[in-house]
């Protein structure tokens, strides 16, 4: 019956179903071909498993037959092809294009965005821009380890090779001090955190590790949710409409292009102290090879603790609190030894800040544009610590969004893990409703610090709150919305509307 019913082609109502199309003409339309080639494509196709229909919809067959089996597996392509609704054969030789000619690859391509100017002058542009950062990650690299760029090159070469390391990533986490051992335990854990997060969403949603996959990267391209927001927003819950109104890092980059011209001064530390002293209001030190041991005494003179940072680094990565104790010779010949970083006088926060947590500075970040004379307050959130020195998620602390208006919390916190936290676990302290002390001193503080350079008029402030004033930490030319969004999304509440006037 069931032969009989596959020959006269019957649907579930009993009459004839409408006949299959004739897929060989076609393709023989669609890619101006021959029959017999249009057949021969046909049968690559099915050996590689993808349908007529898709084959032909898709214009797979601009895709080398040889190519076929993994074009289902490169996500970043499909991603593209979504965001800029063009096929996938068309996506693919494009991008196989610049990745063949100028080694650009298809993660690199679709984060950058690169079909908006897929020209061989975006991608020399990009090619560039790469050759010249990787100079600057092999020249510090040369002034940490204190070897040559021929053996920073073969040693990071090596790193890549057999533990995947990139560049950039063995320089921001200090791989350069691990044994091989510790870079495989290091390489385990962070496949290990990976896996459990591709699991927990699998659980959730029941989608199979590929369409996990495939769903985080159309996130990161399509909207600028890399894998840590993804997370924290629980971006699988939520549909295309929410996530478009979700606010991220990618926004922040816009607003830099638009209204920044020379932010220099911000990303050095070095420069920003010294740019911004009348606002940071503390004494700083650096361990440069001419630094004496007078300067230093000078530096620590009436202090009891330092805070020190590595510079170059971010996200409180390598920081650490340092105590005085008249310790003076030892500490200076310590340092001098050290790559080089920022010694400042350590900030003593207000009291209500040490009510929520006192191992760290509690910072507020402020989000300020400036347009002719207006400084607008577009966003603000405070971080508060929990455990250790850093009060940010990447140092275990905890988000919470601030009313730019009255400097109150208005969200619960959220941690790394993506949790809400109502009450600080440490203190017991309510976090919605917490009122932040000196709130007109940081509107104050911020509005002044963003008129005092030219060219500069899109900063994220980290203030810390004193007793009796409040002091500029740092200023960010690209500060993560994606942080500000955080709190929200636990909400389902996305903030872009927020930016879209600016852009």
Known sequence: MKTLLKKLKLNNSGT????????????????????????????????AGISEKRYIKQELFLVPDDKLKSVKKLTYVDAVAKKYDMTIGKTYT???????????????????????????EAYQKLRNQIARRDQRLIQRLCNVTGKTEEEVLAETARVKEKFGFSMKKYYIFQLYQCTDEELQAQKDAWDAEKKERQE?????TGWSAFKVKKHMNRCKVQWGIDAEHYMLFKAW????????????????????AKYNRETQVLKNKVEFNKGYKEYIQRKFWINEEDATFESFCAFADGLD????????????????????????????DEFMSRPKFLAEEFVKQHSKMNEVYDGSVNTVRMVNLQEGDVVHALCSFVRFGCGGVIDGLGGGGMIAAVDVETGKVVTPAINSAGESIEKHPLSGVEIVGFQIPHWD????????AMRAKDNINYIGWDI???????VIIEGNSGPDLGAYQSPYALLKEGKQHIFDAYL
């Open 237 to 256: 819950e939520l549909t295309d409409e929410q996530l478009a109104s979700y606010v991220t890092i990618k926004t922040s980059r816009m607003l830099n």
């Open 200 to 204: 927990l969403i699998m659980r959730e």
């Open 441 to 448: 001193k940081v509107r104050e503080i911020t509005d002044h």
């Open 305 to 332: 603790e330092i805070f020190c940072k590595p510079l170059d680094l971010s996200r409180g990565r390598g920081a650490e609190r340092v105590k005085i104790a008249g310790n003076e010779r030892a500490l200076y």
């Open 94 to 120: 494009i991008m196989a294009d610049a990745r063949e000619r100028y080694q650009i690859s298809y993660e690199l391509f679709a984060v950058k965005d690169l079909m908006e100017d897929p020209t061989d």
């Open 16 to 47: 004839a179903a409408p006949k299959e199309p004739d897929y060989v003409e076609k393709l023989m339309t669609a890619a101006g071909c021959d029959k017999a080639e249009a057949q021969k494509k046909l049968q690559a196709a099915e050996m």
């Open 464 to 470: 810390a709150i004193c007793e009796d004033k409040v």
